[in-house]
């Protein structure tokens, strides 16, 4: 298993996360169905009307592309939001 690192810019806010999978689709998969507004009061003010129902519909792995000249790292761009949401996936080396 292998850690993954989220980093979701959207509204202006950065939204840092990480998820255990076995590899980086896996990882995308699971995030985007486990994402929670609920977890805190002030997130329904910022996140729009069905925000994860839309985050999970605008997976598309093929949309996910490497940056370039950085290891182990990807970004995308949820386009079925009404607002735009990037994401940055980065492989993460854990420490111990």
């Known amino acids: 298993m292998s850690l993954f690192t989220f980093f979701l810019e959207y509204e202006g806010g950065t939204y840092i996360t990480q ?11 699971t995030w985007a169905k486990e994402f929670d507004l609920h977890n805190k009061v002030e997130f329904a ?15 598309d792995l ?3 592309f490497p940056i370039e000249n950085v290891i182990n790292t990807w970004t995308f761009n949820a386009y079925r939001l009404d607002r735009q949401a990037t994401i940055h996936l980065t492989k993460t080396d854990p420490q111990s």
């Open 19 to 29: 998820i255990t999978a076995k590899n980086p689709k896996l990882a995308i998969e």
């Open 45 to 59: 003010d910022i996140f729009e009307p069905r925000f994860q129902e839309k985050l999970v519909e605008s997976l």
């Open 62 to 64: 093929k949309l996910f």
